[in-house]
């Protein structure tokens, strides 16, 4: 029978890069450390859904909030991850960065953001990200570029310099179940932790994992 530490246990031997009481507040820290280190978006994460057929699916998608307790995206609501995330109420994520030999494991539960704060996102971003946003009809298939562009020069003719978020465009909140964090190891004597909670509104139990 594989050794399944107790709660206290794990939680004594988290120190350093692992240690904390919210797993929220590790996942900024290791995300700003990250920050420092990556050359290219350190708040990448590589987004995991399911298809009505049970297929998986992936894709890099840039994480722009880590909340009090929840992870949010945003992409157009039209696309397959976001048809995919409605129909399954649920998605998975990694985040890894090779400079710091770190990642992180994340499974839950899904919600749309499309409120104030996906409009004041929506207003951040460059003018031309926004109207991008309005011309594409994300994972439909496209006759070709320029006929991608012309629609670009559409939307910016009738929207002009300040765009409102289009109706089919917002943000996802991933409220997690299950939380890992990993660091390498020397010889793949890796450090794993796991936060796990039966439902979103009860405590986090960590336990230390074999590498």
Same mark, same amino acid.
């Given at each position: 029978?594989?050794?399944?530490? /107790?709660?206290?246990?794990?939680?004594?031997?988290?120190?350093?890069?692992?240690? $904390?009481?919210?797993?929220?507040? @590790?996942?900024?820290?290791? !995300?700003?450390?990250?920050?420092?280190?990556?050359?290219?978006?350190?708040?990448? @994460?590589?987004?995991?859904?399911? &298809?009505? #057929?049970? !297929?998986?699916?992936?894709?890099?998608? !840039? !994480?722009?909030? =880590?909340?009090?307790?929840?992870?949010?995206?945003?992409?157009?609501?039209?696309?397959?991850?976001?048809?995919? @995330?409605? #129909?399954?109420?649920?998605?998975?994520?990694?985040?890894?960065?090779?400079?710091?030999?770190? #990642? =992180?494991?994340?499974?839950?539960?899904?919600?749309?953001?499309?409120?104030?704060?996906? &409009?004041?996102?929506?207003?951040?971003?460059?003018?031309?990200?926004?109207? $991008?946003?309005?011309?594409?009809? #994300?994972?439909? %298939?496209?006759?070709?570029?320029?006929?991608?562009?012309?629609?670009? *020069?559409?939307?910016?003719?009738?929207?002009?310099?300040?765009?409102?978020? %289009?109706?089919?465009? $917002? $943000?996802?909140? =991933?409220? %997690?179940?299950?939380?890992?964090?990993?660091?390498?190891? *020397?010889?793949?004597?890796? &450090?794993?932790?796991?936060?796990?909670?039966?439902?979103?509104?009860?405590?986090?139990?960590?336990? /230390?994992?074999?590498?």
């Amino acid at each position: 029978m594989a050794f399944r530490p /107790r709660k206290d246990q794990a939680m004594s031997d988290r120190t350093g890069k692992f240690a $904390g009481e919210d797993p929220f507040a @590790i996942a900024r820290e290791w !995300l700003a450390e990250a920050e420092d280190h990556e050359v290219n978006d350190p708040n990448a @994460i590589a987004l995991s859904t399911v &298809d009505a #057929q049970g !297929l998986p699916n992936a894709r890099m998608v !840039l !994480l722009k909030e =880590i909340e009090a307790d929840a992870f949010v995206f945003y992409t157009n609501y039209g696309s397959a991850k976001a048809q995919e @995330i409605e #129909q399954a109420g649920k998605a998975a994520f990694v985040m890894h960065w090779k400079s710091l030999r770190r #990642q =992180i494991r994340v499974r839950g539960l899904t919600e749309r953001e499309e409120g104030e704060k996906a &409009d004041e996102y929506f207003a951040s971003r460059s003018l031309k990200s926004r109207m $991008g946003a309005w011309a594409s009809e #994300q994972s439909r %298939p496209l006759s070709s570029r320029s006929a991608l562009m012309a629609e670009v *020069a559409r939307v910016t003719a009738r929207y002009g310099n300040n765009p409102p978020r %289009p109706p089919f465009w $917002g $943000g996802f909140r =991933i409220r %997690p179940l299950e939380i890992e964090f990993w660091a390498d190891g *020397a010889f793949r004597l890796h &450090d794993r932790f796991v936060w796990r909670r039966d439902a979103i509104d009860l405590t986090w139990n960590v336990e /230390r994992l074999s590498p």
